[in-house]
């Protein structure tokens, strides 16, 4: 159990280390607050926006989804957290990130510096990036395809009752093969004379 779940005085921290609290799920305003250290905090959702914060780690936190927009933020460590999708455009900011399967998006700034291995969907030191690309045209190309298929699964039996109604085309063309069905038979009937 870390300071904060147990009640602590936060007034004066600088450096606030609150990693591997299980019951960890909001961080406070801290006034003052430097850095912060929120690793392996598996209930973690959200991170404040705290002024005068230089530092974020939080790595291994599986439902944290967003960083705030923070300025003045110089470092940011976010490896292992499979729900974070974005990173926010912060002037200066230096980003180490690995194994962010859903991180999609890191903002282009000037003096931006990133170090992202094996984040599936970014182009920063992914050598699998275009495999992964391509892989998911393929993916959507077919899925594509099965809704497709599906709607018209459902549309047949629809179709069916109009087309094989015997006042609509399929009923008009069946009725006209009968006919001519007949119509052969009747020639086929008829005495012949020989010469």
């Given at each position: 159990m870390c300071i904060i779940c147990k009640g602590g005085n936060l007034k004066g921290i600088k450096d606030?280390?609150?990693?591997?609290?299980?019951?960890?799920?909001?961080?406070p305003v801290?006034?003052?607050?430097?850095?912060?250290?929120?690793?392996h905090c598996p209930s973690l959702t959200n991170i404040p926006v705290i002024k005068g914060l230089q530092?974020?780690?939080?790595?291994?936190?599986?439902?944290?989804?967003?960083?705030?927009?923070?300025?003045?933020?110089?470092?940011?460590?976010?490896?292992?957290?499979?729900?974070?999708?974005n990173?926010?455009?912060?002037?200066?900011?230096?980003?180490?990130?690995?194994?962010?399967?859903?991180?999609i998006n890191i903002p282009v700034i000037k003096g931006l510096q990133v170090n992202?291995?094996?984040?599936?969907?970014?182009?920063?030191?992914?050598?699998?990036?275009?495999n992964n690309v391509n892989k998911l045209i393929v993916l959507q190309r077919?899925?594509?395809?099965?809704?497709?298929?599906?709607?018209?699964?459902?549309?047949?039996?629809?179709?069916?009752?109009i087309y094989y109604h015997p006042d609509a085309k399929g009923g008009y063309?069946?009725?006209r093969n009968l006919c001519e069905f007949i119509e052969k038979i009747n020639?086929?009937?008829e005495p012949r004379v020989c010469d």
């Open positions: 606030l280390d609150c990693s591997y609290c299980p019951y960890l799920t909001n961080i801290i006034k003052g607050l430097q850095i912060l250290d929120c690793c530092v974020i780690k939080c790595c291994h936190c599986p439902l944290l989804t967003n960083i705030p927009v923070i300025k003045g933020l110089d470092s940011l460590f976010c490896s292992s957290c499979p729900l974070l999708t990173i926010p455009a912060i002037k200066g900011l230096q980003i180490y990130s690995s194994y962010c399967p859903l991180l992202c291995y094996n984040c599936t969907w970014l182009n920063i030191d992914n050598p699998n990036f275009n077919l899925f594509k395809k099965i809704l497709l298929s599906k709607k018209l699964k459902k549309l047949i039996p629809q179709l069916m009752q063309l069946d009725k020639f086929l009937s």
